[in-house]
């Protein structure tokens, strides 16, 4: 039996792929109804390429070479644990081609990362109301019932 995905093509963003990233982050940003406007997408392209940030990207590839899909993800400290996890922060793939596993295929290589890299476990958050990545994601993963809380920061002065 075939692997959903199998055969995809994952590979880290490069900073030739600049043109062909953004409007995939553009999108995945509209999809949560958000404005990424010139000096966001900037500084999250700054983070993916600055090595010096924990902060990375992996992309689908077409057979052109052209990313039909992204993944950002990072560690973070699990204190609780006294180890590092990654956090998956965003998974987007092109509508012209969902459903052929490249989603399934980006959330298995960064659990191959994360694994390679020894962080203890692969955490992400989607909205309640998405159904359709809910679907993908239980295909990889538990729901360990946490809640998420956010509040806008406080300058202190």
């Known amino acids: 039996m075939r692997t ?4 995809v093509r994952i590979t880290a963003v490069r900073p030739e792929d600049r043109a062909r990233w953004q409007p995939l982050f553009e999108q995945y940003c509209a999809f949560y109804d958000v404005d990424a406007d010139a000096s966001h997408v900037d500084r999250v392209w700054a983070w993916i390429q600055d090595p010096g940030t924990a902060a990375y990207c992996i992309v689908a590839r ?3 070479d052209r990313p039909i899909g992204l993944a950002h993800y990072r560690p973070w400290n699990w204190t609780t644990r006294g ?4 956090f998956l ?8 081609h969902r459903g052929e596993g490249v989603a399934d295929a980006l ?5 191959r990362i994360a694994a ?5 476990a692969v955490r992400w958050l989607t909205g309640d109301d998405n159904f359709r990545a809910q679907a993908v994601y239980e295909r990889h993963a538990q ?4 809640q998420v809380y956010q509040v806008a920061s406080v300058a202190t002065s």
């Open 4 to 7: 959903r995905g199998e055969g």
């Open 62 to 64: 077409d057979q052109d």
């Open 83 to 86: 180890a590092t996890g990654c």
């Open 89 to 96: 922060d965003d998974l987007y793939v092109d509508p012209a």
């Open 107 to 111: 959330i298995r290589e960064v659990r």
């Open 116 to 120: 390679e890299e020894g962080w203890a």
């Open 143 to 146: 729901r360990i019932g946490l």
